[in-house]
Structures are given as structure tokens and as C-alpha cells.
């Protein structure tokens, strides 16, 4: 199994930045996509950006030009920069990833437990 697990999350201000990173363990041999997600009280978890292994990402409209996505793929961590944040960013953030298990075999999609951020006015 691999396991996912992110940090960095805390409250701030709106307007006011944080970093969360993920960092994937287990036993796997390589981690193909890796990505945030979040979920507000009330709503549906909802792609926030993902990363490739060939480096391609991929942002939703509303977070474009406030956050970045980066990747170490030598440590399989991934990183979300967010910055100027607004309170409607409130939510739990969470690590997923698609990770191919072992040279022949198959992928599994990992989740992390999330990390909570709160914007506050």
C-alpha cells in the first residue's frame, strides 16, 4: 500500500499564503500523477491541480495565478503554493495519487487523509 501524507495546512488571512506538501511511502515503483483536491463543508471534493511525471499540470480556473504546483520526482512530493488567498479557499485539502505498484504491474489510486486551511476575512 502506499501511503500519502500531506501537511502545511494552518489559517491565515485572506490575502496571506501557505504551502502544502505530499509525500508519498509505501512500497511502489513509481508515482505517475500526484495532485490536490479539496472539499468545503456542504460541497463535493472539487480538483484544485495535478502534476504529471512528464511535467504537465493542471489548475481549475479559480485558483490560476494564486497557486502553483510543483513536483520533486526524485522524493515523490508534490507541493501547492497558494498565495493571496480568499476565504472561499476554506476547505480540506487532500493528496491524491495514481501510483504504479510494481515494473509489471497495475495502478492504484491513493488518498491522503487532507490537511485542513482556513481563510479567514
Known amino acids: 500500500q502506499v501511503q500519502l501524507v500531506e501537511s502545511g495546512g494552518?489559517?491565515?488571512?485572506?490575502?496571506?499564503?501557505?504551502?502544502?506538501?505530499?509525500?508519498?511511502?509505501?512500497?511502489?515503483?513509481?508515482?505517475?500523477?500526484m495532485g490536490w483536491y479539496r472539499q468545503a463543508p456542504g460541497k463535493s471534493r472539487e480538483l484544485v491541480a495535478g502534476s504529471f511525471k512528464d511535467g504537465r499540470t493542471n489548475y481549475v480556473d479559480f485558483v490560476k495565478d494564486r497557486f502553483t504546483i510543483s513536483r520533486d520526482n526524485v522524493r515523490d512530493v508534490v507541493y501547492l503554493q497558494m498565495n493571496?488567498?480568499?476565504?472561499?479557499?476554506?476547505?480540506?485539502?487532500?493528496?491524491?495519487?495514481?501510483?504504479?505498484?510494481?515494473?509489471?504491474?497495475?495502478?492504484?489510486?491513493?488518498?491522503?487523509?487532507?490537511?485542513?486551511?482556513?481563510?479567514?476575512?
Open 10 to 33: 494552518g489559517s491565515v488571512q485572506a490575502g496571506g499564503s501557505l504551502r502544502l506538501s505530499c509525500a508519498a511511502s509505501g512500497s511502489f515503483f513509481s508515482v505517475n500523477y
Open 84 to 121: 493571496n488567498l480568499k476565504p472561499e479557499d476554506t476547505a480540506i485539502y487532500s493528496c491524491n495519487a495514481d501510483v504504479k505498484i510494481h515494473l509489471n504491474g497495475g495502478y492504484a489510486n491513493t488518498w491522503g487523509q487532507g490537511t485542513q486551511v482556513t481563510v479567514s476575512s
